[in-house]
């Protein structure tokens, strides 16, 4: 079992940065290859980002390629988005998610966060 817990999530202008973290407890954290995906209002939950388990293998939504990294911390058990030049398309909750591989389909991961928020205004 695996507990999630994402914060950093807040309110940006266009153009800003955020950077979002994923804290994971137990100790089969590296045991897990991790995702970032969201969900905006009235749309399906979307990959975003994900890392393989040992943090190798990086893989991004093409919406985010060149904007977004992911990477992971396996000595804090944390997973970490960082955001750059966001847009309101980027608007959304904001979860992460662990599962055997990195892969963008939501329904492949086991164990997810609450979410957070993640709004940026024009």
């Known amino acids: 079992q695996v507990q999630l817990v994402e914060s950093g999530g807040g309110l940006v202008q266009t153009g800003g940065s955020l950077r979002l973290s994923c804290a994971a407890s137990?100790?089969?954290?590296?045991?897990?290859?991790m995702g970032w995906f969201r969900q905006a209002p009235g749309k399906e939950r979307a990959f975003v980002a994900a890392?393989?388990?040992?943090?190798?293998?990086?893989y991004y939504a093409d919406s985010v390629k060149g904007r977004f990294t992911i990477s992971r911390d396996s000595a804090k058990n944390t997973v970490f988005l960082q955001m750059n030049s966001l847009t309101p398309e980027d608007t959304a909750v904001y979860y992460c998610?662990?599962?055997?591989?990195?892969?963008?389909?939501?329904?492949?991961?086991?164990?997810w966060g609450q979410g957070t928020q993640v709004t940026v205004s024009t």
């Open positions: 998610a662990a599962g055997v591989l990195p892969t963008s389909n939501p329904t492949q991961y086991m164990f």
């Open positions: 890392v393989s388990r040992g943090g190798g293998g990086t």
């Open positions: 137990g100790r089969t954290f590296s045991s897990y290859a």
